[in-house]
């Protein structure tokens, strides 16, 4: 899945387009979530010594029984 960040005017867009089948059949459930799906987002970072490392932002999609 190929990534695109846009830093604009003090706005940050995160886009992510998928490549292939499986990708797109993720955003399909993200999509879907309303009725489906639960999704959740993760922010995580090491802070030590006051830098800043290993950030990430997690998308966790959990399909709803």
Do not use: W
């Not at 992510?16 to 799906?37: A, T, Y």
């Amino acid at each position: 899945m190929k990534t695109k960040v846009i830093i604009e005017n003090g706005e940050t867009l995160i886009e992510l387009c998928p490549e292939n089948d499986f990708e797109r059949d993720i955003i399909e459930k993200v999509k879907d979530k309303g009725s489906k799906f639960n999704i959740h987002t993760i922010f995580d970072a090491d802070y030590s010594f006051g830098g800043h490392q290993k950030h990430k932002i997690a998308i966790s999609i959990k399909e709803i029984r």
